[in-house]
């Protein structure tokens, strides 16, 4: 065991992580990865208005959250615009899709061979996302004035074509480098890449305000002290979970008789199964309904049911002071906090896989009745992380009240505080296999 030093532990155990090789190559190769893509993010494609761009990112609920997923390449119309929210869309689809199509069923059953060609699947339906996106995202930014002479016909198609497979190839290039990230470095690859984006905005956000004049100290430190009392909530929601305790029963042979052994473990049931999921499934609905009734809304539009849908599905707090809105988010995102949970709890199929490798839970018969009870659990325990989730999804409204000219994204802030605890995992592990001290006691 490492002796034990005077440092404090966590700066004993960064400290230790430097030291070891294998460590400490693994973290630099992340970290050049990471400006690597910091370094694309900043690669324009020509014919951009910059100003127009800017003001579109700041009034646009949809770009400002593919801005999110694409680590600020959007906001420099960069080669990267869309980031790696394709690979993501089709991840989703993936996943909903396994248990309607029985191929993918059969495929998610057959280990790593099965993941394989499912992973495979997913990389390919990344290119006609990747395709829809950019000719979409391209269309939104034409009707807002930010670039011109996008078509599918005449003189506008080859250049429309040109600049579709370029940030397509963005989108490729980051999958990749994330990837890379996955096979030699620290953490999950696409997440750190989106983690990296978040965090390098937040000092231009910070000095953006201060410039305008509309961020004062004392708001400043009211933004602090939310994000920070957010930041806790999702490390211990993140976190939490139900043991479900497990028995196995094992034989063995020896001198001709058979004994039965037994052991016992438990399976941890996590209170916020989904992630961030249901904050991007919510925030993709909520978008939806405003930006159809903008196609039937013209300037001189004073009144209708499309000038009125615009006004509920507005985020600013413009109209109703944004309270329809955030209202109808925190429905939505309980609802997909539900729904998202149960479809990963089909997937891992756990009652079956427990009944294969002989374990039970004790009082419950396998089988029908396993399932029920583990269906039970997730329901009950569900309640907390959707409610937990949902609240972290209205955030942004207090703090619109508080710093008009400062943001928080909701999903941003998951992925952050996610990213870092499983780094700090990983970390932790590799610490402890070379019988060093962890972050934690």
């Known amino acids: 065991m490492a002796q034990k030093q005077s440092r404090p ?89 396994t248990p309607v199509i029985p191929r993918l069923t059969t495929l998610s059953q057959e280990g790593e061979t099965g993941r394989n060609t499912i992973n495979r699947i997913t990389h390919w339906l990344i290119i006609p996302l990747a395709f829809l996106q950019g000719y979409g995202n ?11 002479g996008v078509g599918l016909s005449g003189a506008n198609l080859f250049p429309t074509v040109t600049m579709i497979i370029t940030m397509t190839a963005g989108t490729c290039l980051l999958v990749w480098l ?37 961020v004062n100290p004392g708001g400043l430190v009211a933004f602090i002290v939310i994000v920070v009392a957010v930041i806790v909530a999702i490390v211990i929601f993140t976190e939490a979970h139900r043991r479900i305790p497990v028995q196995y029963a094992k034989s063995s042979y020896r001198g001709g008789r ?14 916020n199964s989904a992630g961030m999921i249901p904050l991007i ?18 300037p001189d539009t004073t009144s209708g049911f499309a000038l009125w849908v615009q006004h509920v599905f507005d985020s600013s707090g413009n109209y109703y002071g944004g309270i329809p809105y955030w209202a109808i988010y925190f429905i939505l995102v309980l609802a997909f906090t539900f729904f998202y949970s149960i479809v990963m709890f089909q997937q891992q199929n756990l009652p079956d896989v427990l009944q ?21 659990v997730i329901s009950r325990i569900t309640w907390a992380g959707a409610i937990f989730l949902a609240v972290v999804a209205i955030v942004p409204f207090f703090i619109q009240k508080i710093t008009p000219s400062m943001t928080l994204s909701s999903a941003g802030l998951v992925i952050v505080v996610g990213v870092s605890l499983d780094v700090m995992q990983q970390l932790e592990a590799q610490l402890l296999m070379r019988n060093y001290e962890g972050f934690i006691k």
């Open 9 to 97: 532990q966590l700066i004993q155990a960064v400290v230790d992580a430097i030291r070891l090789p294998e460590l400490r190559r693994k973290i630099i190769f992340t970290m050049v990865i990471l400006v690597i893509f910091r370094f694309i993010a900043h690669i324009p494609l020509p014919g951009i208005d910059v100003e127009a761009m800017q003001e579109l990112m700041e009034k646009s609920q949809l770009l400002g959250m593919l801005d999110l997923f694409s680590g600020g390449a959007m906001r420099n119309f960069s080669v990267a615009l869309m980031g790696v929210y394709p690979y993501i869309t089709a991840l989703i689809v993936i996943q909903l899709l």
């Open 138 to 148: 391209l269309i939104i930014l034409q009707n807002n004035g930010v670039v011109s």
């Open 178 to 214: 994330g990837e890379l990230i996955d096979q030699h470095g620290i953490g999950n690859g696409v997440s750190m890449i989106i983690f990296a984006g978040i965090i390098s905005g937040l000092p231009e956000m910070i000095g953006r305000g201060y410039v305008t004049g509309e």
């Open 258 to 271: 058979m004994y039965r052994q037994s052991g016992s473990t438990y399976i941890p049931i996590k209170v």
């Open 281 to 298: 499934f919510g925030m993709s609905f909520m978008m939806f309904p405003g930006t159809i009734a903008s196609y039937f809304v013209g």
């Open 356 to 376: 294969k490798q002989g374990g039970f839970i004790p009082g419950i018969r396998p089988g029908a009745s396993t399932s029920e009870y583990l269906t039970n």
